[in-house]
């Protein structure tokens, strides 16, 4: 079955505790991409990857880390979280036509989530 | 870079009504538009999607409208039933760079 499973669903952690939520995709999707999404503001796109070591910065990337070894893998790592980065986190990924081409026909296949607090 | 507003925030449908959210955009170079539907607890899933070179698009009950020169697209939804009830996300795109979404519309169907 095609999916995009993250890891871990649900975390409660603590102020300054490094942690990592780990984003796998099975459609050998070139492009993959993470989002967190907070009550009033819709899904802001923190990076995304348009291939294995290649990664650029969405809209509010400040206190994150990824990177991308491997094409299905593309973990987000917070290594020092505070709370304002306490909220719901997706991971998505689609096909990558190349250079020229557009993500239209192409969509993004989102993950179940994760919920993220901290205190 | 990209801005995209999105109303209402909340709607309120009787079912069999029509509801419509609208969005606009700041950037003329975005050429892809596709609307997320968000159930409660559950992953956005993409319901019906517009490119620039289209003014219209309609799959059964939904349709999506494009005005390019006004830089805004709208979600129209027929004969609503109470499995509409969702949250509708808009965005909109250029290439493959950044999807840009709207802050989210709360549909509600009340039977």
């Known amino acids: 079955e095609a999916q995009v499973t993250q890891n871990p669903r649900y975390l409660i952690t603590v102020t300054g505790k490094k942690l990592t939520v780990t984003c796998s995709q099975n459609?050998?999707?070139?492009?993959m991409s993470w989002y967190r999404q907070d009550p009033g503001l819709g899904l802001r796109q923190i990076y995304y990857?348009?291939?294995?070591?290649?990664?650029d910065k969405g809209d509010v990337p400040e206190g994150y880390k990824v990177s991308r070894k491997e094409k299905r893998n593309f973990p987000l790592i917070l290594e020092s979280p505070s709370p304002n980065q306490t909220s719901l986190y997706f991971c998505?990924?689609?096909?990558?036509?190349?250079?020229?081409?557009?993500?239209?026909?192409?969509?993004?296949?989102f993950g179940d989530g994760t919920r993220l607090s901290i205190l | 870079g990209e801005n995209v507003e999105q109303h209402p925030s909340t709607l309120s449908v009787q079912e069999g009504d029509s509801a419509v959210i609208k969005c606009t955009y700041s950037?003329?170079?975005?050429?892809?538009f596709p609307w997320y539907k968000q159930e409660l607890g559950k992953r956005p899933q993409l319901i019906i999607d517009?490119?620039?070179?289209?003014g219209e698009k309609k799959d059964q009950r939904i349709a999506v409208t494009l005005n390019k020169t006004a830089k805004h697209f709208s979600l129209h939804i027929t004969e609503t039933q109470p499995e509409d009830s969702a949250v509708y996300f808009c965005?909109?795109?250029?290439?493959?760079?950044?999807?840009?979404f709207g802050t989210g519309t709360r549909l509600l169907v009340s039977p």
């Open positions: 459609m050998n999707h070139e492009y």
């Open positions: 517009i490119r620039s070179n289209v």
């Open positions: 998505a990924s689609s096909l990558y036509g190349g250079r020229g081409t557009t993500i239209s026909n192409q969509p993004q296949h």
């Open positions: 965005a909109a795109s250029k290439g493959f760079q950044k999807l840009v």
């Open positions: 990857s348009m291939n294995v070591e290649v990664t």
């Open positions: 950037d003329s170079a975005s050429n892809y």
